[in-house]
């Protein structure tokens, strides 16, 4: 079992920059690849950024390449999404889930989520 608490989000200026954090209970972090999802209204949750269990091998969705970095921290049982030039069309709300088979760009297949934290970029 794991619970996932993300934090950080907010509202923030377009070229703007959030760290959103998602941390972990349970002594198993390490077995999870992660994922950042967004959901904005009236669309559908998407993958934006995902890591490996390791941390070795990450993904990002087009639409955030370049802007956004995810990375983790095993020790510490927590994953970071650092976003940067923030654009109004990244308003959403940000969803981190773990994933036991490694990673996914599929909703799906991911076996935790957190409770999510509202982004929203004003221009």
């Known amino acids: 079992q794991v619970q996932l608490v993300e934090s950080g989000g907010g509202l923030v200026q377009a070229g703007g920059s959030l760290r959103l954090s998602c941390a972990a209970s349970?002594?198993?972090?390490?077995?999870?690849?992660m994922g950042w999802f967004r959901q904005a209204a009236g669309k559908e949750r998407e993958l934006v950024a995902a890591i490996s269990r390791s941390g070795g091998n990450t993904y990002y969705a087009d639409s955030v390449k370049g802007r956004f970095t995810i990375s983790r921290d095993n020790a510490k049982n927590t994953v970071i999404l650092q976003m940067n030039s923030l654009k109004p069309e990244d308003t959403a709300v940000y969803y981190c889930a773990a994933d036991l088979a490694g990673w996914s760009y599929r909703a799906y297949e991911y076996d935790y989520w957190g409770q999510g934290t509202q982004v929203t970029v004003s221009s």
């Open positions: 349970g002594r198993t972090f390490s077995s999870y690849g």
